[in-house]
């Protein structure tokens, strides 16, 4: 408890899934935290349950106009902003061959001008304040191609390739630039809302800690590197994903474990 005593955070996408678990663990370690998302029933939902240091903010992380004025809202009624958690994303299928040119600007739009726009707008109010910690929520599609996931996956790699280079230039100002890379996740992005958890843990028992992952486990690296123990660390690429960023498994060489090999 009270890691980030006196801090104010913004978490986009924070109405639900796992921004809705970061924005929870924020405010229980004392951030004042903004919920910041489209979803508006659910955002003010969860902003009320976490009682008077949070608040629901109407944000499309693919506006401009919506960024500018949550920074200034938050910071004439905080006067601060240390944390962002830009999580908000969209996921799309398909292959990159049939993909529309109209899905390419919706998921671009959300995931990379959304991020875009987080170290353009919050980025540049920590700039001015001299502090802050950003922490971009990639994907571990963000390593590697992914079939049928072109558009997510390459909009993956742009969120932590525009990490990097944010680093670079706020660094100096004393702004800190991380990005998370999840697994798989069990959210209603992942479980549509009604897949079991046998089922979901079934779907990822190729991944070395066999099991799908939970909001909370997510939250919890957001958590440290938004917090002063990681006041050292930029530029980073955290994978919370059970070590699915190794590899996969050959069932038919040692080591693979027996839900695999029927052993
Ligand atoms: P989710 O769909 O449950 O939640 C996403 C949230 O983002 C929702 O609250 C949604 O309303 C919000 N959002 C969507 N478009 C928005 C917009 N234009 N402006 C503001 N908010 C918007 O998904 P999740 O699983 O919680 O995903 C959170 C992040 O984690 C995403 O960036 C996603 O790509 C990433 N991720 C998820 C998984 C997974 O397995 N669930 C794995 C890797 C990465």
């Known amino acids: 408890m009270g890691r980030l005593t006196d801090k104010v955070a913004i978490i986009t996408g924070g109405a639900r899934g796992m921004g809705a678990a970061t924005s929870r663990l924020f405010a229980q370690e004392g951030a004042t935290v903004m919920v910041a998302d489209v979803l508006e ?12 240091n949070a608040r629901f903010v109407r944000l499309d992380v693919s506006n401009e106009a919506d960024w500018v004025s949550l920074v200034k809202d938050t910071v004439a009624e905080f006067g601060r902003i240390d944390a962002l958690v830009a999580n908000a994303g969209v996921l799309s299928f398909g292959e990159l061959v049939f993909a529309e040119a109209d899905e390419f600007d919706r998921v671009y739009g959300i995931n ?29 599609d963000g390593f590697r191609g992914a079939n049928a996931l072109g558009l997510y996956s390459s909009s993956k790699w742009a969120v932590r390739g525009m990490t990097k280079t944010a680093a670079l230039e706020l660094g100096p100002h004393g702004v800190r630039v ?28 190729r991944v070395p800690l066999q099991r799908i992952g939970a ?4 939250a919890a690296a957001s958590l440290f590197l938004c917090s002063d123990e990681a006041s050292y660390i930029s530029a980073a690429e955290l994978g919370v994903d059970g070590g699915w960023a190794a590899g996969y498994y050959h069932d038919n060489l040692p080591g693979a474990p027996a839900s695999l090999t029927g052993e």
Request: overall charge negative.
């Open 178 to 205: 991380n990005s998370v890379h999840p697994g798989g996740v069990n959210t209603p992005m992942v479980n549509g809302g009604d897949r079991s958890i046998e089922e979901l843990n079934y779907a990822h028992r």
């Open 215 to 218: 909001p909370e486990e997510i």
């Open 112 to 140: 990379v001008k959304g991020v875009f726009f987080g170290i353009k707008h919050v980025g540049g109010a920590m700039r001015s304040a001299g502090r802050g910690a950003i922490v971009n929520i990639a994907s571990i």
């Open 41 to 52: 029933d659910e955002g003010r939902a969860l902003a009320q349950d976490l009682g008077g």
